[in-house]
């Protein structure tokens, strides 16, 4: 299991924030390499995830519900996925939320979570995974500025990350 | 005459000529014996070490190695070294002596049955002088016919009863067909069919493929098929020099180029390769891709948990000759990855000399790789050893000549020397070097000491990091203390000299390469001590415990 916390300061107002952040077409044009899918009647909706496990791309598939709370400006996402050969899944919760930031017009972006990886890349867990989260929730912090900011993002693209094997010795 | 007269006549008649062992009261009698017939004894420190050797013999000469114990403590040593055979598929047969039959209460009594067992080995019983011949029969049977080790227990009493003198001994060789099989058409036009609605074809060539020395059909059918050829891990640096669409391994110990070109395949042909995960990653290396496979195997399960789209029960020759056959009277030609883009991508170097960062009087692990492939020739085997400082040497020797990898074989360091020492008899006493870590060559430090007594022209090449580099670099990533894992080494290259080799502890490239030209000019046992940085971390240990894209 990894564990993500991660306070991220948006020099945006928090109510403009929250716009964003409870927007799923905003949010995954946040994560590169993701995508959004088709939306089901339930409020669930499908994404997939293309993560590059060092030189190996790997596509997650998901389905993921978003609650959000508006009056507490508090979310819960979570999701449940696996890859294109069933071979790996994984499961991701996380809740998150805006508050006031350190001065007028600036928030702050207060995200935890889970993420859980099971079966044949799950070897990776042992740090590699890890990184490679860690490597992405920056890079979310560092698009999701952009994004209130009003910055156009560029077309969604894969990120880093290990292979599935055990490391040699 | 003695039942284990009978028994070495036996082995004898299966072509045993080199036996690593260590003598003791239940093996003494049968060692007698064999020397008496013209085999060679090779006398170990350590039966683990004995079984290695056997074991890197077996793997050059194709055929079942010999190692013999004496009873119970002799046996429990083999534990690891047989583990590691067993799980690399090699033919092997442990001569192992037995306390008299039936006497639980003798003080080197083991269940050595149950011992098989436990370590992966088969089991035939010597429990009878009538029955004796048979089982040596049944053991090399066993051994040829299954590919791993089999364990031949001999009480001592047994052996030491009178029996008849043998004559009639039929060699298991004589019980198993020789013929080759060949393809099934059906599956020759699935894969023709394949082939056909493909655009990028990748060859991955295995161990498999090299012994049945298929090296010429599989480059003409690269040729029709415009593929890239990959090897296993097995395979390293087969064919290099005769295509310029070689990618290396395919797995994690490929290069960032490989990686890249082998995801856009969206056709495999397995050649003597069992595409294990290794090799495969699972199948993440191939996301779009559609497999051939020709193996003799009966039926083989991919490291992907599927089968083959189209799988060839075939000696290698006979199947790629077919398939190209099939592929020309079709007209099926492919222009696939032979292209001026991809041959410009695949010459960029893989690591330039202005990337090496040694320390003072520490060199860097890539920068050794390099001068090593520089100074030793071709015909000079390499086997890679293991720990952290094995993937350099993976991914880094370019040159192409025999290499032998232990990977994923049990993982257990320190047998890599013991696999080259047999490799080096079973060659007839050609010279091989092997790459290996401080700690891994400590481990089995007094077999050096064998290899003078015999003058087995070994160079041992040790990467020392001074202290267990896996562990320094995966504590790091863990956040423990690295500094627990390190561990001072006392210079080597004297410690050679002294157990009767040549020996040198180095610390620069000059005098790195002054050191392999007096192995080059008279090869004899050596080892040589090169210090190296801990700094410099591999690209699989990057990609692994730091996530990187390298
Ligand atoms: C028999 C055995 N004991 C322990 C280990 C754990 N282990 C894996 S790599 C390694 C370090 C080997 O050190 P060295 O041979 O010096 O190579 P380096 O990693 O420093 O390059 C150890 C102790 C193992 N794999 N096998």
Same mark, same amino acid.
């Given at each position: ?169 | ?76 040593? /083999? ?282 009087? /520490? ?8 001068? /090593? ?178």
């Amino acid at each position: 299991m990894i564990s993500i916390k991660e306070e991220i300061a948006v020099p945006s107002p928090p109510a403009h924030v929250w716009e964003v952040i409870s927007n799923p077409a905003d949010v995954v044009s946040c994560i590169s390499g993701a995508e959004l899918g088709a939306a089901h009647d339930d409020g669930s909706f499908d994404g997939t995830l293309v993560v590059r496990f060092g030189a190996v791309r790997v596509r997650f598939a998901a389905r993921v519900i978003l609650e959000l709370a508006a009056d507490e400006r508090e979310g819960r996402l979570s999701a449940r996925g696996r890859d294109g050969r069933r071979a790996t899944r994984f499961a991701a919760d996380a809740t998150f939320r805006v508050v006031p930031g350190d001065g007028p017009g600036r928030a702050r972006v207060i995200v935890s979570g889970e993420i859980t990886i099971t079966g044949k890349l799950a070897a990776l867990v042992e740090s590699g995974a890890g990184t490679v989260i860690t490597r992405m929730t920056t890079e979310f912090s560092d698009q999701l500025v952009q994004r209130c900011a009003g910055v156009d993002l560029h077309p969604a693209r894969a990120v880093g990350g290990g292979g599935q094997w055990q490391c040699p010795g | 005459m003695k039942v284990y007269e009978l028994l070495a006549q036996a082995f004898v008649a299966e072509g045993t000529s080199d036996v690593f062992g260590m003598m003791g009261d239940a093996n003494m009698h049968w060692m007698n014996a064999l020397a008496r017939r013209g085999v060679r004894l090779y006398e170990v420190r350590h039966e683990g070490s004995g079984l290695g050797m056997a074991d890197g013999w077996a793997r050059t000469a194709g055929r079942p190695g010999v190692v013999t114990t004496t009873s119970g403590p002799g046996v429990a040593q /083999l534990a690891t070294s047989m583990i590691v055979a067993s799980r690399a598929r090699t033919p092997l047969v442990a001569f192992c002596g037995e306390t008299a039959w039936g006497d639980q209460g003798a003080v080197q009594y083991l269940d050595q049955r149950r011992f098989a067992a436990a370590i992966e080995c088969g089991f035939v019983h010597v429990s009878r002088a009538d029955l004796a011949e048979e089982a040596v029969q049944r053991a090399f049977y066993l051994s040829r016919t299954e590919s791993r080790p089999i364990m031949l227990s001999a009480p001592i009493d047994v052996q030491k009863q009178e029996c008849e003198d043998g004559d009639q001994y039929v060699p298991s060789t004589d019980l198993i067909p020789r013929g080759r099989s060949l393809p099934d058409p059906a599956a020759i036009e699935a894969a023709c069919d394949i082939i056909r609605a493909s655009k990028r074809v990748v060859i991955i060539a295995g161990r498999g493929a090299r012994r049945a020395e298929a090296g010429e059909q599989i480059l003409r059918l690269q040729g029709r098929t415009g593929a890239l050829l990959a090897t296993t891990l097995q395979a390293k640096n087969w064919l290099c020099g005769s295509t310029d669409y070689h990618v290396g391994i395919a797995g994690l110990y490929g290069d960032k180029t490989a990686m890249e070109l082998l995801q856009e395949a969206d056709c495999v042909i397995a050649v003597g390769a069992s595409l294990n995960h290794y090799t495969i990653e699972h199948g993440y290396l191939f996301p779009d891709a559609r497999y051939i496979q020709i193996d003799t195997a009966p039926h083989i399960v991919m490291g992907n948990g599927a089968v083959a789209d189209s799988y060839i029960r075939a000696d290698a020759v006979t199947a790629l000759t077919e398939l190209t056959r099939a592929l020309e009277s079709r007209s099926v030609a492919l222009e696939g990855f032979h292209t001026t883009e991809v041959l410009h991508r695949l010459t960029a170097p893989l690591a330039t000399p202005a990337e090496f960062h040694g320390e003072p009087g /520490l060199l860097d692990p890539r920068e050794v790789i390099h001068v /090593l492939d520089e100074e030793i020739p071709g015909e000079i085997g390499l086997v890679l050893g293991s720990g952290h400082q094995t993937d350099f040497g993976t991914m880094l020797f370019q040159r192409s000549r025999e290499v032998l990898s232990n990977y994923g074989m049990f993982g257990a360091i320190g047998q890599a020397p013991l696999l080259t020492i047999g490799s080096i008899v079973a060659n007839g006493n050609r010279p091989a070097f092997v790459v290996e870590g401080d700690a891994s060559f400590l481990m089995h430090l007094p077999e050096f000491e064998t290899a003078c007594r015999y003058d087995i022209p070994i160079l041992i090449v040790v990467m020392n990091d001074e202290g267990l580099g896996a562990e320094y670099h995966k504590a790091g990533a863990a956040g423990l203390d690295p500094e627990l894992a390190v561990i001072p080494t006392p210079e080597l290259g004297p410690v050679a000299v002294a157990l009767g080799g040549g020996g040198a502890t180095v610390r620069t490239a000059d005098q790195l390469r002054a050191a392999l030209a007096e192995y080059v000019r008279a090869p004899r046992p050596t080892v040589i001590d090169v210090r190296i940085t801990r700094n410099i971390v591999s690209i699989p240990y990057r990609r692994l415990l730091h996530g990187e894209d390298v």
